[in-house]
């Protein structure tokens, strides 16, 4: 058996979101002596780069949380053309969604439906198209941008399990990302329907969007969906959430993409060109949406 095959196995039985709530707190915590040593250890350990920051200093952190959702200067990273990544992170697997399915890792596959919670209407919109998966490593930047400009239309959470998702569990963990608790963002772009899926992971902390706040944890009661009747409008490159913690981004176009490399598992930051999309009608507008609603 290998390391990674074990190292999955042994994350079963975990208490997954018991221990990343307790990682949580301890992230938060506001007392000088431990947060700064939290934060220098871990800048050591991952070989953070502090001169990206627009604070470069780890003492002026007021938690080891701030620290990790730090901004980066302005001119950090510059905004490419076409499709862009939505973070700094490896880019994993890309490519055209197949039959309705996703490429996690070699012999690993999930459904769009599963990965947007069972809304098969939704998922239908993507079949044919593409999607791409960015994995932020503990050393990123963490915040999360847009890759294309695109008006929010409805935003669900996904409860479920909470697994690492570093390569060595995506090898070995079926369907991960249709598993783990997630945040699913639909958008209407100039180029149709696009989804943004924040992935939870073990001892992330929680997930943050720029319109609600913090999203992630919440009681496990189920799927809640909420509708935007106010527009909430965001141009390519701007924020739009970040991760307490690292995590994974999905992201699934109803258009074909195309790629800029076939090269995987090579590093990228937030603003690099992936690929272009082609333009096709305009996506329903927000207007024509429901007003504000949640189900459970």
Known sequence: MTLAKLFSLIQYPLPHHALSRLMGRLADCRVAWIKDLAIRTFIRRFGVDMTEARQPDPGAYASFNDFFTRP?????????????????GTLSRFG?????????AKGREFTVTELLGGDSTAASRFHGGSFAT???????????????????????????????VNTATTGH????????ERLVCHFDTE?????????????????ETVWAGQ???LPRRGIQRIRFNTPVHLEKGAEMGRFKLGSTVVMAFAESVDFVSGKRERKV?????????????????????????RTR
């Open 72 to 88: 980066l200067k302005e001119d950090a990273r510059p905004i490419g053309e076409g499709l862009v990544s939505p973070a700094d």
């Open 96 to 104: 055209a969604i197949e039959s309705g399915r996703l490429i996690q």
């Open 134 to 164: 960015v994995y932020l490593s503990p050393r990123d930047y963490h915040r999360v941008h847009m890759p294309v400009t695109g008006t929010l239309r409805e935003m669900t959470y996904v409860p479920g399990r909470l697994f690492s």
């Open 173 to 180: 963990v079926p369907r991960l990302f249709a598993r783990n």
């Open 191 to 207: 180029h149709g329907p696009m989804v943004l899926v924040l992935v939870g992971a073990m001892i992330v902390a929680g997930i």
């Open 215 to 217: 999203i992630t944890p």
């Open 269 to 293: 930051q937030m603003g690099e060109r992936l690929g272009s999309l082609s333009l096709s009608e305009p996506a329903q507008t927000l207007s024509e949406k429901t007003d504000p609603e």
